[in-house]
């Protein structure tokens, strides 16, 4: 099948004071089209630094990273492949540019040459799928963190990447924030048929996923399906992952001799399986 990201023993070394940092260690892994996949690891372990490899922020050490059947090591390709695979960082702030909403958003494909009346309809199109078009008009600095996340996503959007990389997108948000910028991204993987790697350290994130990536020191340590990576309660424990507060209630009630299913993610499961013993 055809791959949407090929990462073929990627290897990469930031400039230390007086050594080199290895960052990324002989990392291989493909991703289809259309799926969805989170990757943990705990601070350092090297996600950043290979989300910016996967859209030519930073160029390989070592080995190659295929976006679209696109080499990121082919400089005539790099425009190609950042508007193939977009990015959204931690920090709104950072992401926006304009001091109109619909401004910001025109951006991105005013840099690559997309005629003017081409970028409206972009523009009006990723503003209704984010779900902020009445705030085409407003001053990006006033809106709420979740809001400024979802422009910064329409910006991105505006570029029609086939797949998007999220860097830990809601780790400056609020509950309700978080919830708006989640519902989002789920919007865009299920509706939009975007591929998506969501970079997160919440675990009722990553449940959501097709499949999730484990990093550890610079290499993928675990890379399973949500359910096969959270029953493994000690080893995740082990890597200084959290598990999901349900999962780490079952492997408790399991432990304490209830005779429940390992693999429950979610409150809904976990009602499911409790409702049996009725
Ligand atoms: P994560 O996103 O998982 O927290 P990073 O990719 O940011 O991890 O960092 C991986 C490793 O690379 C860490 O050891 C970090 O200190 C190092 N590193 C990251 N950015 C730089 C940089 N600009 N210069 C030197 N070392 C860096
Ligand atoms: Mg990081």
Request: charged share 25%.
């Amino acid at each position: 099948m055809k791959k949407m990201i090929c990462v073929e023993d990627l290897s990469y070394e930031y400039k230390g004071q007086d050594e080199m940092i290895r960052a990324l260690d002989h990392i291989s892994f493909t991703i289809e089209p259309g799926k969805f996949v989170a990757i943990l690891g705990h601070n350092g372990s090297g996600k950043s630094t290979l989300a910016k490899l996967l859209n030519g922020l930073l160029l390989p050490t070592d080995g190659h990273v295929i976006i679209d059947g696109m080499d990121t090591q082919d400089l005539e390709k790099i425009w190609e492949i950042r508007s193939t695979a977009g990015m959204v960082f931690q920090n709104p702030d950072n992401q926006l540019v304009a001091t109109i909403v619909e401004e910001d958003i025109a951006f991105g494909p005013e840099n690559l040459g997309v005629p003017q009346a081409e970028i409206q309809e972009r523009v009006d199109r990723a503003l209704a799928t984010v779900e902020m078009s009445a705030f085409r008009d407003r001053a990006p600095h006033l809106l709420s963190g979740g809001q400024k996340q979802r422009i910064a996503i329409a910006g991105v959007l505006a570029m029609e990447p086939a797949c998007i990389i999220f860097d830990e997108p809601t780790a400056m948000l609020d509950p309700s924030g978080r919830r708006e910028v989640l519902d989002t991204i789920l919007k865009l993987n299920r509706e939009e048929k975007k591929t998506i790697l969501l970079i997160t350290h919440y675990m009722d994130e990553a449940i959501l996923a097709d499949r999730v990536l484990v990093m550890e020191k610079g290499k993928i340590v675990m890379d399973d399906v949500p359910k096969k990576i959270f029953n493994q309660v000690e080893r995740m424990k082990g890597l200084g992952l959290d598990i999901p507060q349900v999962t780490d209630l079952t492997h408790q009630l399991i432990e304490a001799g209830y005779p429940l299913s390992e693999d429950i993610l979610s409150i809904e499961e976990m009602v499911d399986e409790l409702c049996q013993y009725l």
